[in-house]
Nanobody, 123 residues
Framework: QVQLAESGGGSVLPGGSLRLSCIASGRTFSSYGMGWFRQAPGKEREFVAAISWSNTDSYYSDSVKGRFTISKDDGKNTVYLQMNSLRPDDTGVYYC????????????????WGRGTQVTVSS
């Protein structure tokens, strides 16, 4: 069973940047792909970004498109989320997970969730 561990969260000012990492131990990544989700206090978990197993395709929620970039280093078993131009509404706990099937943004289609890393954007 692979275990996922997120890191890289923290507190930043609006307009700042962070890079989150998700390291997989135990085996290689899902045959379909990997995704990032986030959950703000009092809200449901929402899709942020995903990348295909082959690294050729990535897709984003409308709220982060153009500001966030997902990437995957298979040699390091690590998925990254580069977050630029951060806004207060980006605040939340960020989770990575494996896909059960490709081209999905639904949390029910992901499994093996990490414990998350907190991102706080505030002035």
């Amino acid at each position: 069973q692979v275990q996922l561990a997120e890191s890289g969260g923290g507190s930043v000012l609006p307009g700042g940047s962070l890079r989150l990492s998700c390291i997989a131990s135990g085996r290689t990544f899902s045959s379909y792909g990997m995704g990032w989700f986030r959950q703000a206090p009092g809200k449901e978990r929402e899709f942020v970004a995903a990348i295909s197993w082959s690294n050729t395709d990535s897709y984003y929620s409308d709220s982060v498109k153009g500001r966030f970039t997902i990437s995957k280093d298979d040699g390091k078993n690590t998925v990254y989320l580069q977050m630029n131009s951060l806004r207060p509404d980006d605040t939340g706990v960020y989770y990575c997970a494996e896909q059960r099937r490709p081209w999905t943004t639904m949390s029910a289609d992901y499994y093996n969730w990490g414990r998350g890393t907190q991102v706080t954007v505030s002035s």
